[in-house]
């Protein structure tokens, strides 16, 4: 059933009910009984003879029959009890909404704002606030047991295929446990190979893990631009990406009523948020990179940390003297973000701002436990520009830079290409690991040809697979509209469910201990022919279910 | 202009015109003059600054303006003479057409038969026939002459940058030249690591080439079934299915009418047909495999070789011993054809007739120099038999029969999985190479996960894309209603783009010397803004500018 709520007025209507033939369960961890983590059980026929089949849920709230959506009031805030139980932060005041924020909206455009507010928290000095602090000092989070629960799918015990499964894999140097316990998420964090995005002001959250040991996650882009959609499109967009499967979604909204837009999203995603902030400061100074100053930066990453954005993508590592590299490219500086900063690095003849400042940044994040997404602003636009000497560079100081990041206590993943031929891949890989100490990579794609717009999902969901298998903690996905224009709700559907198969395919040849039951529960289903349990068991059983030709004969001698 | 020809009568109505700011070019061969080989330049757009490119063309004389295309009579059959004038064949009365041949359907129910009637050529013994036989001779023919300029791309010498991007590139070993010379082609040929599909009786063909050190190719599948589309569907989907790039296409067609469906898809294809023949002789034994004889399946393979398919599927390394090895599987047998001679093998408890009567099958294809695609009747079908004992078993005796080919004069090539995931995708290219000679290896995908049905184009592409990297010569699409229902013409389409994908970025990670100036001349046209020609620079510009969001703000900060 996809039911759309509040069709009748003008607040943000959006997809609940739960996925055909599927109910939300929840699994309960040992070491903390309060806690509730979902799993969508996939209900089997009747004559299936086999378990229904617990998988992995992203999707929220919206698919709880037993929960009323209202998007007007958010989700409910459960995770601000976890917060405040552990200590460490006050309640205040917080930063006063400025017109800039929203662009200077006039009255006439302006779009409703969110109804609740929530004084924001912050760490006080001398507390452990983020994951990386509490996981060194050897402390277990609610968020850590909440994630190992997760990864496991269900399983309270190691599945007795885990460990062949784990032999038959080609992980090329990861290690992927048998079974997942909140210990080991403890340790991964405490080495920064994985990072739970989640700013304690994000109390609707429900917490996930980044890095190469666990599931490969994907991201959804989403977000208004200055002359198209709306908040309720936005809102909308994000329920829709993680309906089908988005682990986080970066909101990367331009134009009026960013501020705006970024509450609504916020209050209402049980997944992490990211955003890229120097977009927003960008409106803040009429869209001139010229006029940006590191005050103006500043305050806009407060307004967010505020809010509750989980992670930001910030290009620091964009040096001046790394911009001349890209004088031969065919494509430049393709990454909205390196291109600002670049202009500003010029016109000012001075090092970026972002990396001058970089320990004010980490200080800042820190008390609020947002993570890095360290930019990959050089990041090859084209085939031809891809492993030059711009995007290496900028690879080895977001390594330096990943390094003070995390002696202040930060948690940080790593953002990576762009545009890549399947050859040139395993270097970008490789390279990231050695040079960021194995924190988590997250990149776009890559695209493995330039040769195909309107079908880039394609070309990139080639290239993601195989990052993916190699050690990429997260695919970003690309929709079939990239280069051409704004991903509408269909868009951001065949993107997720493109950069689903590219994750899960990569768990499968990692060899990871149970993403292969799936693959094998639906394959039963195909030979016996039970129809439903196929299309129930797929990635989009609408879509499957539409394209079933009834007519079809059932092939007496095809015999699957 | 997509123009579909023939709108108001009832023969089947194809689409002709070129594509966007597109011509259609023909190159003449040094050491062949009297050949025109085709080719497609994209036409830039004025201020471009750079030249008009040419790609590899499959369309056929449908998008040549200058030719008036009538279904009904056919294409010309310019072959004919170059068949001719080498000698060592004779026209001959031909086998009659049988009502079995079309599953005997009633007058009510029968296809309009193809007008014009070819007698058949044969070759007569002690006479070269196959292109095997006369590139071992030394001698080139005028299809190898055509190839070899067609794998050129327009160009007349070596580039300057081959060199450097065959360095750059890798190709596990494969031996792609920076040109293409008739004698490199004869010489692959002669070597068994090519073959030019070229049924004697196929004179309206464009001749290609199939082999690790040439382009990438893809196949598209066609066909009826019993119970849906016609004749003018499947004539129109070969058309369209060529329109996109398809390199070659199979008949798969079952049912009623089988023979006259090939008969108007062989008269109007320039590009290889490959067909099943076992699919039309379990028509004729009212669909039971266990009445198949090895004298009904013999005459039936006459009457294609008669007709000009240019490649046959054969199962004939199914034999009786490996059977017992599918029983543990997931998913069985999963080939149509495999399961078919597996049920005929132990109804009869005896060894496969395709097996004990393969001498027999190589002296009547050479007379006709049809080519083997030797088919893998015990491929995985699903993630879970990936790679198992059956497969790898059936794989071996491919290699063994790829050398009696081989003695008796015939081009092979090797068909290949399947549902293969990404970390034991090599492991099949190279056991391939090892066990068949480096005969050219025929995929299909492989999927790389078993968990979306409605996305296998997607998930096989991926692998498709791999393997071809890996050095499979030519990629099987799969469309999106694969596992599902027969593909539409929309299906075909996104099957074609996806595996034209596939190929691509195949051919640029082994480095090919000229793949990536398409690449290079589309991400110049994309950071110039020139968006006309971005999309008829791609695979597919309709989508592409259908897709164009015309409000999208020209991006003053992204500098592509």
Redo the contacts between chains.
Sequence with gaps: MNIRSNPDTTLPAVTTGPLPSSRKIFATPDAAPDLRVPLREIILSEGAGEPNLPVYDTSGPYTDPTVTIDVNAGLSRNRLAWVKERGGVEEYQGREIKPEDNGNVGASHAAKAFTAHHKPLRGLDGHKITQLEFARAGIITKEMIYVAERENLGRKQQLERAEAALAD??SFGAEVPAFITPEFVRSEIARGRAIIPCNINHAELEPMIIGRNFLTKINANIGN????SSVEEEVDKMVWAIRWGADTVMDLSTGRNIHTTREWILRNAPIPIGTVPIYQA?EKCE?D?VKLTWELYKDTLIEQCEQGVDYFTIHAGVRLPYIHLTANR?????S?GG??MA?WCLAHHKESFLYTHFDEICDLMRKYDVSFSLGDGLRP????DANDRAQFAELETLGELTKIAWEKGCQVMIEGPG?V???KIKINMDKQLKECGEAPFYTLGPL????????D???S??GA??IG?FGCAMLCYVT??E????PDRNDVKVGV??Y???A???D????HPAA?L???A???A??DFRWTD??N????PD??K????E???K??????
Aim: no cysteine.
């Design positions: 894999g080609e631009s200055a002359v198209t960008l869209g990179p065919v494509t430049g500086i393709v909205r291109s600002i202009k636009g084209s085939i031809a545009h031929p399947m050859h493995t040809t330039d040769i195909a717009p309107g079908y999902h394609i070309t969901g080639i697979a195989m298998w079939p509209k280069h051409l224009g704004l469910i493109t689903k198969i590219a899960h395919a990569s499968l040849a990692k060899g292969q799936r693959d094998d639906l394959s039963r195909r030979f196929q299309f068991l797929g990635l989009d879509t499957a539409s394209f079933h030709d007519t079809l004969p092939e007496a001698h095809k015999v699957a």
